[in-house]
């Protein structure tokens, strides 16, 4: 069955420091990848998937994340973090066909302090 | 704004009554799935349609719950009697090839 887990709870990073977001997948076909955002009071909103092709994809915000396949996992990563990404992060994967099931993971919620 | 609506966008009942909620998805999409998410967690897998049919229900969709898309635009997710149990978030998500979220409905059981 597929699952997601995402091993940090909670992360806390200081303004302008790099930043990495810990996903690992279950799945035994090739997955399709997604990493979400929430905000307090915010819907989701994605920030980048991978289906195929390139392992490092780029996303909105300044966010990428790297497939990785011999390690199940689908990080993501930002070079230097801002006040305003502070929010909760999901990772997601969805079936080869993207049509059913999408099983995301428990959140990462990350702090930025100043 | 991602083009999916959802009605209301909050709903404080008290135990044992029935609420429902409504998904408006984007137009052109034939799929719409419904999610629960509660504190600290990701969003569960409800149910999903493919137009006006249901296609697949979790098992968290107890005999409580049940979700309609009549003329497979619009949905509605009733829950009955409800329980304190049932207090989350209820996402809907109108999918292409990536799920996109209403803002949610959250539901607070007294």
């Known amino acids: 069955a597929q699952s997601v887990t995402q091993p940090d709870i909670h992360i806390t990073v200081s303004e302008g420091a790099s930043l990495e977001l810990r996903c690992n997948y279950s799945y035994g076909a090739t997955p399709y990848l997604f990493w979400y955002v929430q905000s307090p009071g915010q819907g989701l909103q994605l920030l980048l998937k991978?289906?195929?092709?390139?392992?490092l994809v780029q996303g909105i915000k300044g966010f990428e994340a790297e497939f990785k396949r011999s390690q199940s996992s689908f990080n993501l990563r930002k070079p230097s973090v801002h006040w305003s990404d502070a929010a909760e992060y999901f990772c997601?994967?969805?079936?080869?066909?993207?049509?059913?099931?999408?099983?995301f993971g428990t959140g990462t919620s990350l702090t930025v302090i100043p | 704004d991602t083009g999916v609506s959802q009605d209301p966008r909050h709903k404080i009942t008290k135990r044992g009554q029935n609420v429902t909620f409504r998904c408006d998805p984007i137009?052109?999409?034939?799929?719409l799935y419904w999610y629960r998410q509660t504190l600290g967690q990701g969003p569960e897998f409800l149910t999903y349609?493919?137009?006006?049919?249901?296609?697949?229900k979790s098992r968290l969709l107890s005999d409580r719950f049940s979700a309609e898309r009549p003329k497979g635009s619009f949905s509605t997710l009733e829950i009955q009697r409800t329980e304190q149990g049932d207090s989350a978030m209820y996402l809907c998500a109108s999918p292409t090839d990536e799920q996109f979220f209403g803002p949610g409905t959250r539901l607070t059981v007294l």
């Open positions: 997601a994967v969805a079936g080869g066909n993207t049509g059913n099931q999408f099983y």
């Open positions: 137009s052109e999409h034939n799929r």
């Open positions: 991978y289906f195929s092709g390139d392992t």
């Open positions: 349609f493919q137009n006006e049919a249901q296609l697949e």
